[in-house]
């Protein structure tokens, strides 16, 4: 079973920036495309940014330009790199993975993280 962590949440000023981490266990990491996911309250759980075993990348429409998915397999370690931050990227962010599967769907996802939160102050 792999176990997800994520970490590097916090409180940020509008048009600051975060670099939000996620630490995985398991020898396997490689195989696993990872995927970053917020859900802010009363809002449904969408996909922020997805990065498959080749490193294909795939943004929401919304954080293009502004954040990026890179992972180190070596560390077994996705990062999410979130620059110009504004008030509606609040939301608790969760780190999840899965070993097969061509859609970036939350249910998609095999496994979550119990998420961190990011505050973004106007």
């Known amino acids: 079973q792999v176990q997800l962590v994520e970490s590097g949440g916090g409180l940020v000023q509008a048009g600051g920036s975060l670099r939000l981490s996620c630490a995985a266990s398991?020898?396997?990491?490689?195989?696993?495309?990872m995927g970053w996911y917020r859900q802010a309250p009363g809002k449904q759980r969408e996909l922020v940014a997805g990065i498959t075993t080749g490193r294909s990348t795939n943004y929401a429409d919304s954080v293009k330009g502004r954040f990026t998915i890179s992972r180190e397999n070596a560390e077994n370690t996705v990062y999410l790199q979130m620059n110009s931050l504004n008030f509606e990227d609040t939301a608790v962010y969760y780190c999840?993975?899965?070993?097969?599967?061509?859609?970036?769907?939350?249910?998609?996802?095999?496994?979550w993280g119990k998420g961190t939160l990011v505050t973004v102050s106007s």
């Open positions: 999840a993975a899965k070993l097969y599967g061509s859609s970036w769907l939350p249910d998609g996802m095999n496994y």
């Open positions: 398991g020898s396997a990491f490689r195989l696993y495309a």
